[in-house]
């Protein structure tokens, strides 16, 4: 059974434009929010969201790390990575989301 995490205080944040191919947008915001502690062991974890793009589901991912640090980082990375293959989005006006991930 995998456990569910909220995402508590949102420490950043960015909104994306989401352009169907039909030409409606939509806000795309991805969020992150504040390392915890894991309960269940020694290590952290920073829940972060993806929401709004109709190829991500709309859930809260807990990335581990050996500390809060290393949890935030990991955090970071998994939007260049999840967004990938998510068509349609720009960032101010342009295709560059600022993410840090090639092509992004």
Do not use: K
């Amino acid at each position: 059974m995998s456990a569910e995490y909220e995402l508590g205080q949102v420490i950043a944040s960015r909104e994306l434009a989401f352009t169907a191919p039909d030409g409606t947008q939509r806000p795309v915001l991805l969020e992150v929010g504040m390392p915890c502690r894991d309960p269940e062991g020694p290590d952290w974890y920073c829940p972060c969201r993806i929401t709004g793009h109709p190829d991500v589901g709309d859930r809260v991912t807990a990335i581990f790390g050996v500390d809060s640090l290393q949890a935030l980082q990991l955090a970071l990375t998994r939007f260049p990575s999840e967004l990938n293959d998510a068509a349609g989005l720009t960032f101010l006006g342009g295709r560059d989301l600022m993410l840090g991930g090639e092509g992004f």
